[in-house]
């Protein structure tokens, strides 16, 4: 199973709220990303988790705040966002060997669609 | 640093003719390669990978890639392709480490292929 799942598919959110994104996966991956994708380009990558711990912060304002509570579980917690910030919001996770110095492939979620009023 | 350059932003091809979408990279050290798809509206898919060994590699959907290291490349390549094929097509480039820790991906930015009846 190479599945990652993430929460809501569809969001609208003023710019005054407080929401939070939901990524999951149950393939043992230890690494987890956090990407932001405009229309008609690739992906951004925003964070990674590594071990739970935070490895990679890509200069993200801090209106944008990750959380790993657990080897399975990323979240993103969103607060006070522009109109800007409105793009797909794709989660991913890889295999992270520790021991031989290794990481591997990513596998995506099918992203959050975030739409800022 | 890695770079990814995707010659053609848009490649239109009619049903059942052969595709080949071309990837350059640029890097001082070695490096895994990928190629991802992202159909309409979803997350990216994993269509192959080359992590070592033979330099031609075959992924799901029909697809093959082949790298070539003289010539920096992974040009991916279908002999027919089918209506469900179009959708946007991402190479990808990670660094081969010797050390723990969350790879980063770098993207090209993407070629739309396009399959007309």
């Known amino acids: 199973d190479t599945e990652v799942t993430q929460t809501p598919k569809h969001l609208v959110m003023g710019m005054t709220n407080k929401k939070s994104l939901k990524c999951e996966q149950h393939?043992?991956?230890?690494?987890m990303y956090w990407y932001k994708q405009k229309a008609k380009k690739p992906p951004e990558l925003m964070f990674v988790?590594?071990?739970?711990?935070?490895?990679i912060n890509e200069s993200v304002p801090s209106r944008f705040s990750p959380e790993c509570p657990n080897s399975s579980l990323l979240n993103l917690h969103l607060h006070a966002l522009q109109p800007e910030d409105s793009a797909l919001y794709l989660c991913?996770?890889?295999?992270?060997?520790?021991?031989?110095?290794?990481?591997?492939?990513?596998?995506f979620g099918p992203g959050t669609r975030l739409t800022v009023t | 640093a890695q770079s990814v350059t995707q010659l053609d932003s848009q490649v239109p091809v009619f049903e059942e003719a052969p595709v080949e979408l071309r990837c350059n990279y640029s890097?001082?050290?070695?490096?895994?390669l990928f190629w991802y798809v992202q159909y309409p509206n979803q997350g990216l898919q994993l269509l192959l990978k080359?992590?070592?060994?033979?330099?031609l590699v075959k992924g799901i959907n029909g697809f093959e890639a082949e790298f070539n290291k003289s010539q920096t490349s992974f040009h991916l390549r279908k002999p027919s392709v089918h209506i469900s094929d179009t959708a946007e097509y991402f190479c990808?480039?990670?660094?081969?480490?010797?050390?723990?820790?969350?790879?980063?991906?770098?993207f090209g930015q993407g070629t739309r292929l396009t399959i007309n009846p």
């Open positions: 080359y992590l070592s060994g033979s330099t």
């Open positions: 393939m043992g991956h230890r690494a």
């Open positions: 890097s001082s050290v070695s490096v895994y």
């Open positions: 991913a996770s890889s295999q992270d060997d520790l021991v031989r110095g290794l990481s591997y492939e990513q596998y």
């Open positions: 990808a480039v990670s660094k081969v480490r010797g050390w723990a820790g969350a790879q980063k991906l770098v």
């Open positions: 988790y590594s071990y739970e711990k935070l490895s």
